[in-house]
């Protein structure tokens, strides 16, 4: 007995990559997976990237012409958080409980896929 997919109507080689589409929940999941355990993997590079270093704000990128822009960071600004977790401060609990938060909604929005579309199960069942 040959079991009908939402696919079985197309050519073999569009069924192929539709099932291959399938597998593509599983990438916001092991993502979310690793921002809730290691938030600074992802916090640490994208701080970097927009010029927030230890020692302050790195000249010649993002983070610094946002300061030259707006002069003194005002305290609990958002600018003033970025800078705080960068320096590993009492800011880098609220830029990594972010990113556990987003983490979370990852994994729960992949693994609403998975169960929706059925993402693990064997597609050439026959």
């Known amino acids: 007995m040959v079991y009908q997919t939402r696919y079985s109507h197309y050519s073999p080689s569009i069924r192929a990559r539709a099932d291959k589409f399938h597998q593509l929940p599983l990438i916001p999941i092991v993502a979310g997976l690793v921002g809730v355990a290691v938030p600074g993997i992802v916090t640490g590079p994208i701080l970097a990237a927009l010029g927030f270093g230890a020692a302050g704000p790195i000249a010649g990128t993002a983070a610094a012409a946002a300061q030259a822009a707006m002069g003194n960071a005002v305290a609990g600004s958002a600018f003033a958080i970025a800078q705080s977790a960068a320096m590993g401060g009492s800011g880098a609990a609220i830029v ?31």
Do not use: P
Not at 99 to 125: F, H, N, P
């Open 96 to 126: 990594n409980g972010v990113v556990q938060g987003v983490g979370v909604l990852l994994t729960g929005v992949g693994g609403a896929e998975c169960l929706i579309s059925g993402c693990g199960e064997d597609k050439k069942r026959r």
